[in-house]
């Protein structure tokens, strides 16, 4: 028997199911007929969960030694498939492509490893790793499932899935963040100063090209 919300995250399986995990289970409340149901995790407690309503499908890691990642499906409740990485511990964070196949996770430490799978084919498509790095929000680009938004403590980044053919690779691209006054930064571009347009003393603003060696 099973009550109580653990302040994890939750998700809509369809368009009236919210699940939510709890100690060693899945459960499952319908919000029209206040039903609830259960899934088992047969090997002890839920570590990371995801749920995805277009495909009604949702992905729960174990906590044990070398996590595994189910994918079940709803409302069957049948398993479809399990992924077995190489994280050691526990996986903190999974994320579905709201299109397509696809699967984000992360591991916690000693690996600090950023996945994604096709889950249908059972494959691990690239990896990447970071150490020492907490991650506190991970998901995909709702129009684009080449783009991940990954959220630390401290940053954000948007790590592109490069694709040819049959290999892929993760590739970083940092967010530059507003300071705590909430103002940008300023910084020197490649081709033009940085601006003063706010104080015309200095004249126009011209590319760095145009420069000459006069002051």
């Excluded at 399986?13 to 039903?35: A, H, M, S, W």
């Excluded at 954000?156 to 970083?172: A, F, P």
């Excluded at 347009?197 to 200095?202: K, R």
């Amino acid at each position: 028997w099973v009550q109580g919300f653990s302040n994890k995250n939750f998700g809509f399986i369809n368009n009236r199911t919210v699940c939510y995990p709890c100690g060693n289970y899945i459960l499952f409340l319908d919000i029209e007929t206040k039903k609830t149901s259960v899934l088992q995790c047969q090997t002890g407690q839920v570590g990371a969960f995801a749920a995805n309503g277009n495909s009604q499908v949702l992905a729960f890691s174990d906590r044990k030694l070398n996590p595994i990642i189910y994918i079940y499906t709803f409302p069957e409740l049948s398993k479809l498939t399990e992924l077995k990485g190489n994280a050691q511990l526990d996986y903190t964070l999974l994320a579905f492509s709201f299109t397509g196949p696809y699967l984000a996770s992360y591991s916690s430490i000693p690996e600090f490893v950023l996945s994604v799978w096709n889950w249908q084919e059972n494959i691990l498509l690239c990896s990447e790793s970071q150490p020492g790095v907490t991650a506190t929000s991970l998901s995909f680009n709702p129009m684009n499932w080449q783009q991940l938004c990954f959220v630390n403590e401290s940053s954000v980044t948007i790590w592109h899935i490069e694709r040819n053919n049959d290999e892929h690779h993760l590739k970083q691209k940092p967010v530059k963040l507003p300071d705590g006054q909430g103002s940008m930064s300023p910084h020197k571009g490649l081709f033009f100063p940085v601006s003063h347009s706010e104080d015309p003393y200095y004249g126009p603003d011209l590319p760095v090209s145009a420069i000459a060696g006069l002051v």
